[in-house]
C-alpha cells in the first residue's frame, strides 16, 4: 500500500473529521489528507456494561460519532459530506475500559491503576461512505475497525503522579495521559502502531481506505472506483461484514479471509472523474512543497477577508450573494466572489445554492468564533497585526537572514532601535492595532498557561508588560484570592481602559513605568509572557538580573514564550516564529534548556516546563 495514492483517491471529496481532537487533526493533516472537522454531538455515553469487549465499545462510540455526523450535515450543514471518519480511544486494563478523566482525583485513580503494568489502548474507527440519491434519503454504508497497542508504565510514584495531573495534561486524553507529550515520560515500552495510543490508527486506516477504493474493477470496461459509489457498495458491505469477524479485508471473492491488500488493488489511480483523466504521479507529485509555495496566498486571503471586514458581515446577516457582501464591504463584486470562494476553499466559509440559483456564503462555525471582530476569542486584531505589520516585514526576510537584524527600516523607512519606544510605535494607531493583536492572542492563549501549574498559592502577582491586563483578568477569574498588577510603559497603560472587560474587577490594577528603569510592583509571582523574546541576550539579562535584586528568595516566575524544543508538537511553528522575531525584533525564541541556563545566571532556578500545545509554553521558576 502506497501512501499517497490512497490520501489521493479522496481528493476532491468532501471527506469530514467528526472529531475535535488536534491529535488526530495533526495525525491526518501530516499525511495530506484534506478535511473539514466537524465536531460530533454525540454523548459518549453507551452503557459499557453492554459490550463484551473495550474494543467492542470503542467501534460502536466511533459509529455513533461518525453517523451523528453524518447524518447532521446534510440538514444542518446543507451539504452531504462524501466520507466520515469517527474515531474514539479507550484505555483498558484489569478489565475496566479508562475514558478521559473527570477531574484531578479520576485522573489520580486512573493513572494509579495504569503503575507498574502492561495496558491495552483500542481506537475504534468508522469510516461513513455517504451517497446522495436523487429523491431518496441518504444512504450510508459503514466501515469498521479497531486498533489494539500495549502500552507498560513505570512504577509511578505519588510525587510522579501528581506532577504530571497539576501539569494539566491528563485531563482531556483517554486514561489519562498523553504518550506524545510529558506523558511519554511514563511509558516503559510500547508494543505495536503508536499514533494509535496518540488517537488514530493511520497505518490501519490506510489500508481500509486502500481496500475499499482500490478494490478490482467490475468490469473491464469500469474506469474508477470512485466514479459512483454504487460499484464499491458490495465491497463496503463485505468489508462491514468482515469487520464484524474481527478481520480486515475481503479476499478478491468478497469473501473474508486475510488476503494482501495489493491483490485487491488494481483501480486505475489517475483517473479524477467521469470525463477527466489527470497524468500526475501522485507519488512523485511535490504535495508538501506545493503546499508550502501557495501557503502565503491562503495566510493572504485570511488576512484580506479579515481586513475588508467579510467575516463581520456575514455574522451579521448569513447567506449573502457575492453582489451583496461585495455592496457592505465596499469592493468589487468579481473579485469579492473570488474572496468568498477562495475562503470556502480553505474551510473558512460554507457555500450553499439558493432557490433563485445564486450562490450564498455564511461563517464556518469557527469562522464565527475566531474570525468575527468582536466575538470574545476573536482573533482578528492579530490578523490585522500580521497583515499590516508581520507581512511587510516576512517580505523582507532574505535580507534579515543575511543581516541578522530585524526589516523596519526597509519595510517602513524607519530603523527602530527599541520597537516599544520608538516613534513608530508612538502613533497612536499603530500602537493600538498592536495592543489589539496582543489582546487576541492574550485571550486564546491564557487559559493553558493560567492553568500549566497550580498557582493558587500565590495572592499578589505582577504581570510585567501586562499590556492590556487580558492575562491579568483571566488570571484573576481563575483564581478568586489572586490580586495581578499589569505593569507596562505609561503610554500603554493610558490606553487599557478601552479593552476593560464589563465584569472588571478591583483585583486587577494597572501601574505605568519602564521595567528596565523602574521598580516592579512587589508580589509573590511575577508573569513575563513573550517578554523575553523581544530583547537580545544583554536585555534579557539585564530585566532578569533587574527582577532578581528587586525580590526576596522563594519569589517564583512564570515565563511564557513559544519553546524551541524539538520533540515537542508542532515544532515547526516555534521555529517559524523564531523567524519572525528575526524580521520583527532583536530577540528571538529560544529553547528551554537555554532559558534554564539564562535563568540560573540571574539567580533563578527553572522547576518546570510545560507545553500547552498553543502558541505559549510555560516556564515555572523560583528565586534561589
Ligand atoms: N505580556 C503580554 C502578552 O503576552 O500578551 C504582552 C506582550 S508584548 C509582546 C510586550 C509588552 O511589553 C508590550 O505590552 C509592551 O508595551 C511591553 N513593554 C515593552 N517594553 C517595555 C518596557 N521597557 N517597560 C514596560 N513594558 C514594556
Partial sequence: MVLNPVISKLTGKLVVLASASPRRLEILTNVGLRFEVVPSWFKETLDKALFKTPQDYAVETARQKAMEVATRMPYKHLKTPDIVIGADTVVAVDGQILEKPSDKQDAYRMLSSLSGKEHSVFTGVAIVLCQDQEDKEVDYKVVDFYEETKVKFADLSEDMLWEYINSGEPMDKAGGYGIQALGGMLVEYVHGDFLNVVGFPLNHFCKTLDTIYNSPPASPDHKSQLEDLD???????????????????????????????????GASANVVGPESTCSCNWEEFPHKIVDLMDGFKASKALFAACKLNVFDVLSVSADLSPKEVAER???????????????????LLERRTRDDGDHVYSNTEEASRFLVADSPLSLHGYILHCNDLVWP????????????????????????????????????????????????????????????????????????????????YEFAQIYPEMSVTVFDLPQVIAMSGRFQPKDQTDRVTFVAGDFFKDPLPKAELYILARILHDWSLDKVHQLLDKLSKECNPGCHVLLAETLLDEGKPKVSRAQLQCLNMLV????????????RDILRSSGFHLLRVHFTGNLLDALFCIKT
Fill in 231 to 265: 460499484e464499491i457498495w458490495p465491497l463496503v458491505n463485505s468489508l462491514s461484514k468482515c469487520a464484524e469477524n474481527g478481520e480486515l479485508e475481503p479476499s478478491d471473492s468478497g469473501n473474508c479471509g486475510t488476503s494482501d491488500a495489493a491483490s485487491v488493488s
Fill in 329 to 347: 464591504i465596499k469592493a468589487s463584486e468579481e473579485g469579492s466572489a473570488r474572496l468568498l470562494d477562495a475562503c470556502v476553499s480553505l474551510g
Fill in 584 to 595: 520583527q525584533t532583536e530577540g528571538r525564541e529560544r529553547t528551554s534548556e537555554h532559558y
Fill in 393 to 472: 516585514l516576512f517580505s523582507h526576510l532574505e535580507s534579515a537572514v543575511r543581516e541578522g537584524t530585524n526589516q523596519y527600516e526597509r519595510a517602513f523607512g524607519k530603523k527602530s532601535e527599541d520597537l516599544f519606544q520608538d516613534a513608530y510605535y508612538k502613533k497612536e494607531e499603530v500602537k493600538l492595532r498592536f495592543m489589539n493583536a496582543m489582546h487576541s492572542i492574550a485571550k486564546v492563549t491564557v487559559k493553558d498557561l493560567a492553568t500549566a501549574f497550580d498557582l493558587s498559592m500565590f495572592k499578589t502577582v505582577c504581570d510585567v508588560g501586562g499590556c492590556t491586563g487580558a492575562m491579568a
